[in-house]
């Protein structure tokens, strides 16, 4: 399973920017995918994840109701749409990718060791 990571760039506070990742796996929808960020000098933290479904979310309450996980099943895109930024959001931002049992509810996807697949990063820089 490969993750492909691209949006990154560098924006202004309060600004928006739209991460994307593509995954070379035909059953991308089997998979839940998680976004996870780190700044320098920092471990890399949760920030959102996804169920294969789409139909739940999970949100670091930094970015809670700024930003927003989705996916596109036939697409074999997830993205993460960050509105406005702050400058403590810059951070380089991981795509990550779990398969999930349909029958197993006790994972927490907010857990960063859950994942198994981790794609190359992409880097946010938001200016002040």
């Known amino acids: 399973v490969q993750l492909q990571a691209s949006g990154g760039g560098l924006v202004q506070a309060g600004g928006s920017l739209r991460l994307s990742c593509v995954v070379s796996?035909?059953?991308?929808?089997?998979?839940?995918m998680g976004w996870f960020r780190q700044a320098p000098g920092k471990e890399r933290e949760f920030v959102a994840a996804v169920r294969r479904s789409g139909g739940n979310t999970y949100y670091a309450e930094a970015v809670q109701g700024r930003f927003t996980i989705s996916r596109d099943n036939a697409e074999n895109t997830v993205y993460l749409q960050m509105n406005r930024l702050k400058p403590e959001d810059m951070a380089v931002y991981y795509c990550?990718?779990?398969?999930?049992?349909?029958?197993?509810?006790?994972?927490?996807?907010?857990?960063?060791?859950?994942?198994?697949?981790w794609g190359q990063g992409t880097l946010v820089t938001v200016s002040s």
């Open positions: 796996e035909r059953t991308f929808r089997s998979y839940a």
């Open positions: 990550a990718a779990r398969y999930e049992d349909p029958f197993d509810g006790s994972v927490d996807y907010r857990q960063i060791y859950k994942y198994n697949y």
